[in-house]
């Protein structure tokens, strides 16, 4: 069974960057999706970037053009580069995996880790 750990979450100003990197333990990686979700104080858990078997990710439009994700297969370990953050970013971001197609339904996801705080700061 895959377990998934997050590392890299932080403080930073706005404008700045963070690099996320999610490390995936027991299962093969490879046939998965795998997916950032974020969860703000509040709000409900919404999808970052999904990253299909073959490679593709798929963003979400609030962070298209400031994010960007890739899987490493052989390393097993999902990362996700965050530049020009803003407050609105801040939230627990968590990494997860699914079989099949990717989903933005978070209910769809079986394997989660546990989260990493990201906070930015205006």
């Given amino acids: 069974r895959m377990q998934l750990e997050e590392s890299g979450g932080g403080s930073v100003q706005a404008g700045g960057s963070l690099n996320l990197m999610c490390s995936a333990s027991g299962d093969a ?3 998965y999706c795998v997916a950032w979700f974020r ?3 509040g709000k409900e858990r919404e999808a970052v970037v999904s990253i299909e078997v073959n490679g593709r990710p798929n963003y979400a439009y609030a962070v298209k053009g400031r994010f960007t994700a890739y899987r490493d297969d052989p390393t097993k370990t999902l990362h996700l580069q ?3 953050l803003k407050p609105e970013d801040t939230a627990v971001y968590y990494c997860a995996a ?3 197609r990717c989903s933005e339904d978070s ?3 079986r394997t989660w880790g546990q989260g990493t705080q990201v906070t930015v700061s205006s």
């Fill in 29 to 31: 990686f490879s046939p």
């Fill in 39 to 41: 969860q703000a104080p």
């Fill in 82 to 84: 965050m530049n020009a």
């Fill in 98 to 100: 699914k079989g099949l």
């Fill in 107 to 109: 209910g769809e996801y």
